[in-house]
């Protein structure tokens, strides 16, 4: 990751109210994988955009905090000839019900099929979560379908990468402890600070 971009997004941000509100949205997929009969976490970008990134993200505070269901399925557009674990396709999502977790990723405005098939899971029961790069007024947007959703959009030509690192890092701290800004700004700390040189 590009530390003179983060170190730059940082100043930006600083008041803002946008790592707040990652924070916050972060807390509310913990609360969700967390509660009562929870379901699995199905992640979901578009035809051109696979959150890997966020995937292995989430997967890795899924074991550093001990919370399982923070390791997402990974559902895919146009599943190649993989392993199971990396052939998910997108039909999971209409048969996601009452307990699961949808969180879509989405750079640019999510298509029609996408938009339809997190719909079919909502109405079945399903939690639906966005981190959205389209304008927040966009017409037929995620907007109108996520319980919840962060905005990406409203920090001018922030990263979109890096607010997926901020909220699975959040993701992964739980309530009681240092608040999720805290750790965001630690977390941003780290990544603009110089590497430690060794001396001889």
């Not at 924070?23 to 967390?34: H, I, N, Y």
């Not at 895919?76 to 949808?102: F, M, Q």
């Not at 990468?161 to 805290?182: E, F």
């Amino acid at each position: 990751m590009d530390a003179v971009r983060v170190s730059a997004l940082r100043e930006r941000l600083t008041g803002t109210g946008w790592l707040e509100a990652a924070g916050g949205f972060a807390g509310s997929l913990r609360r969700s994988v967390e509660r009562r009969g929870a379901g699995e976490l199905l992640l979901v970008g578009t035809e051109a955009y696979e959150p890997w990134h966020l995937a292995a993200h989430l997967a890795d505070e899924a074991a550093w905090s001990a919370v399982p269901r923070l390791a997402p399925t990974l559902l895919r557009h146009r599943p190649p000839a993989a392993p199971a674990h990396l052939a998910h396709h997108l039909c999971r999502l209409t048969e996601a019900r009452r307990g699961a977790t949808v969180l879509v990723v989405a750079p640019e405005a999510a298509g029609a099929r996408l938009l339809e098939r997190v719909w079919d899971a909502r109405r079945h029961g399903a939690t639906v979560l966005a981190v959205d790069g389209a304008a927040p007024t966009a017409p037929g947007d995620l907007g109108g379908i996520a319980h919840e959703r962060l905005a990406v959009g409203t920090a001018a030509e922030e990263p979109f990468d890096l607010a997926q690192h901020l909220v699975s890092a959040a993701a992964g701290q739980p309530a009681g402890r240092r608040s999720a800004l805290a750790r965001l700004a630690e977390l941003a700390g780290r990544l603009t600070s110089a590497p430690a040189l060794n001396r001889w």
